[in-house]
């Protein structure tokens, strides 16, 4: 049977995480491994700031692009002794060819798509060090280019799936792979039939790990994280944390929509469909046991999980005419949120109004006005946090709110969102 696994940015962060991944991927070698991973420590966040720099001539563009060299370049030198490994003439043409794009536009239609053909090096430049260095220490990995397999409409920077051309690629590599036989690929990153490089979103590297199992029907997908699996609230928040050993598809799903990070939303549909178990296990230590995504959700219940959104704003909607806020209305106004492609995080609505919490968009704020202000008065309150418990009961509210002022509380029989500033 296959595994996948993958390896996020913090796992490739430098050249000692990348020797760990290598030892651990060494009690894997009586395994048929498809190893998925992202841009290393934060190279999607420096690459999208290289673009913006690219774009609008900004003078610290050189600053950046030194910056994303000397990062990667010092990682080799930290793994590789001679420096004339030929990983090196490797990356400068990487290089080279990514400074073509970020500063030639011209071939684009778009800002997005402008995105997607730049920032998709972060994945292309850690899969071309990872390799070299897996071959180096012993491995038996084949290196493809994901987007030979990952087949995406033309939607940058959020593309879909194809997943018939896509199964249909990913099936080739059914009788290629065996015990000791491995792939490494990169995550994020796919192609669109028209032959232009897409990203699954951000974050979406767990997405292509799903996508790759569905396919070739693995046994698990295990993604490598560097806290010891999946937790009941961000250690980065809250001083104490549970793990949850065990949950169901469904909870992942719920979690992952109120805006737990640990896992992208979209991972969990694919393997839910073919039954595929997804663990989360530390890359720091790999001998503790995993949590479990999986069928049973038995445990689900057992521990109160706290899920914290920083920078929101509160909408708050009444039609001019003191009309009540019937279907009409609500029809009309989720219409705008819509077509705006502005997310509905809470939603409550009274005889006159209604209020929807949103994640702040300044551009998207003054659209919605925009469009709304002739039939509506439209208020906002910014600079809010949500706080979205599931399984409540179980729960005392945690110390962040005590004395906080809560502008909208809503409570379901699992789930209690409180919107505070
Ligand atoms: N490198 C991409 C990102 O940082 C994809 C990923 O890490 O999953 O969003
Ligand atoms: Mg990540």
């Given at each position: 049977m296959i595994k996948v696994f993958k390896f996020g940015g913090a796992s490739v962060k430098d050249a000692d995480s990348i020797k760990n991944m290598s030892s651990i991927l060494k009690q894997y070698q009586n395994e048929s491994l498809v190893v998925v991973v992202s841009a290393m420590g934060k190279t999607t966040n420096l690459l999208e700031s290289l673009l913006v720099a690219a774009r609008q001539e900004m003078h610290d563009f050189e600053v950046l692009f030194n910056q994303l060299i000397d990062f990667h370049i010092n990682i080799c030198n930290n793994l590789f002794e001679n420096r004339a490994y030929p990983v090196y003439t490797n990356l400068h043409s990487i290089f080279d060819q990514l400074r073509n794009v970020l500063l030639d536009s011209s071939g684009y239609n778009s800002f997005d798509e402008h995105y997607d053909a730049s920032i998709s090096y972060g994945e292309l430049l850690s899969t071309s060090i990872i390799d070299a260095y897996l071959s180096f220490d012993q491995h038996n990995f084949f290196l493809i280019d994901a987007r030979d397999y990952i087949v995406t409409d033309e939607t940058f920077r959020q593309a879909n799936v194809d997943w018939d051309y896509t199964s249909l690629k990913i099936n080739s590599l059914k009788n290629f792979l065996g015990v000791g036989v491995n792939i490494l690929t990169q995550g994020f990153i796919g192609r669109s039939h028209e032959s232009r490089t897409t990203t699954l979103g951000r974050?979406?590297?767990?997405?292509?790990?799903?996508?790759?199992?569905?396919?070739?029907?693995?046994?698990?997908?295990?993604?490598?994280?560097?806290?010891?699996?999946?937790?009941?609230?961000?250690?980065?928040?809250?001083?104490?944390?549970?793990?949850?050993?065990?949950?169901?598809?469904?909870?992942?799903?719920?979690?992952?929509?109120?805006?737990?990070?640990?896992?992208?939303?979209?991972?969990?549909?694919?393997?839910?469909?073919?039954?595929?178990?997804?663990?989360?296990?530390?890359?720091?230590?790999?001998?503790?046991?995993?949590?479990?995504?999986?069928?049973?959700?038995?445990?689900?219940?057992?521990?109160?999980?706290?899920?914290?959104?920083?920078?929101?704003?509160?909408?708050?909607?009444?039609?001019?005419?003191?009309?009540?806020?019937?279907?009409?209305?609500?029809?009309?106004?989720?219409?705008?949120?819509?077509?705006?492609?502005?997310?509905?995080?809470?939603?409550?609505?009274?005889?006159?109004?209604?209020?929807?919490?949103?994640?702040?968009?300044?551009?998207?704020?003054?659209?919605?006005?925009?469009?709304?202000?002739?039939?509506?008065?439209?208020?906002?309150?910014?600079?809010?946090?949500?706080?979205?418990?599931?399984?409540?009961?179980?729960?005392?509210?945690?110390?962040?709110?005590?004395?906080?002022?809560?502008?909208?509380?809503?409570?379901?029989?699992?789930?209690?969102?409180?919107?505070?500033?």
């Open positions: 974050e979406g590297s767990d997405y292509t790990a799903a996508v790759f199992a569905s396919c070739l029907d693995a046994s698990e997908v295990t993604i490598w994280k560097d806290v010891p699996g999946l937790l009941n609230a961000d250690p980065k928040r809250f001083a104490e944390t549970t793990k949850l050993n065990v949950i169901s598809y469904p909870e992942a799903i719920e979690l992952a929509y109120y805006g737990a990070t640990i896992i992208h939303p979209k991972t969990i549909k694919p393997l839910q469909n073919k039954r595929i178990p997804l663990k989360v296990k530390s890359f720091l230590q790999p001998d503790l046991p995993a949590s479990v995504v999986c069928e049973s959700a038995e445990t689900d219940s057992l521990i109160p999980s706290y899920i914290i959104k920083d920078q929101q704003v509160l909408i708050s909607i009444s039609p001019r005419d003191f009309s009540f806020m019937d279907e009409m209305n609500l029809y009309r106004i989720i219409g705008v949120f819509a077509e705006l492609k502005i997310p509905i995080n809470v939603m409550q609505t009274s005889a006159l109004s209604l209020s929807i919490c949103t994640d702040f968009n300044a551009d998207k704020l003054v659209l919605l006005i925009e469009k709304l202000h002739l039939e509506f008065t439209v208020r906002y309150n910014e600079h809010l946090t949500l706080l979205t418990i599931r399984h409540y009961h179980t729960a005392n509210l945690p110390e962040i709110v005590e004395h906080k002022d809560i502008l909208l509380e809503q409570r379901s029989r699992v789930t209690l969102q409180l919107v505070y500033k």
